[in-house]
T-cell receptor, first 115, second 114 residues
Framework: AQSVTQPDIHITVSEGASLELRCNYS??????LFWYVQSPGQGLQLLLK??????LVQGIKGFEAEFKRSQSSFNLRKPSVHWSDAAEYFC?????????????FGTGTRLTIIP | DARVTQTPRHKVTEMGQEVTMRCQPI?????VFWYRQTMMQGLELLAY????????DSGMPKDRFSAEMPDATLATLKIQPSEPRDSAVYFC???FGQGAGELFFGEGSRLTVL
């Protein structure tokens, strides 16, 4: 079965600084990988996804992520964070089999932005 | 603007009472998921449907929880009887496509069982 590890529970970054959130997955075949963001009191919103092709994927709100098969990682990055980026971020993995849409989520990383 | 709609947004009830949460998926989506979010367990998949048929409810306590899709526009999650440990935020999400695809989440139903 697939699994996702987000090793950082909480990260604090200064506004304008760069950001990298870590995600490692475990899955025997080609995974589908996602990053979702959750603002307080809200549901999850998709930031970006990787299915195949270019290993560097661009998402909304200026985020990008890079798939590294050798490291089983899919880290999320942003060159300059804004106060509005404060939220909880979830990495998720899905199986690349027809008809199986289940996603397994990591435990999340809470991002705090300081002035 | 298509979105997943969940009701109620907040529910406070007493232990032993029946709770029903409802979800209207995005029109045209053929998969519907129920997730539960708590501080301790994070996001847990309770059940999911494709084309209204239940595919997996292994994450759901069978003795008190039930999930149904009476029609393509409505999914329900029922807890009977409710217990304090059921207090959580319950999310519905819908999607469409082959394989794992993007999920669209509702804003959640926050349940408090006293």
């Amino acid at each position: 079965a697939q699994s996702v590890t987000q090793p950082d529970i909480h990260i604090t970054v200064s506004e304008g600084a760069s950001l990298e959130l870590r995600c490692n997955y475990s899955y025997g075949a080609t995974p589908y990988l996602f990053w979702y963001v959750q603002s307080p009191g809200q549901g999850l919103q998709l930031l970006l996804k990787y299915f195949s092709g270019d290993t560097l994927v661009q998402g909304i709100k200026g985020f990008e992520a890079e798939f590294k098969r050798s490291q089983s990682s899919f880290n999320l990055r942003k060159p300059s964070v804004h106060w509005s980026d404060a939220a909880e971020y979830f990495c998720a993995v899905g199986v690349a089999n027809f008809g199986n849409e289940k996603l397994t989520f990591g435990t999340g990383t809470r991002l705090t932005i300081i002035p | 603007d298509a979105r997943v709609t969940q009701t109620p947004r907040h529910k406070v009830t007493e232990m032993g009472q029946e709770v029903t949460m409802r979800c209207q998926p995005i029109l045209g989506h053929n998969t519907v998921f129920w997730y539960r979010q708590t501080m301790m367990q994070g996001l847990e998949l309770l059940a999911y449907f494709r084309n209204r048929a239940p595919l997996d409810d292994s994450g759901m306590p069978k003795d008190r929880f039930s999930a149904e899709m009476p029609d393509a526009t409505l999914a329900t999650l029922k807890i009977q009887p409710s217990e304090p440990r059921d207090s959580a935020v319950y999310f519905c999400a819908s999607g469409f496509g082959q394989g794992a695809g993007e999920l669209f989440f509702g804003e959640g139903s926050r349940l408090t069982v006293l």
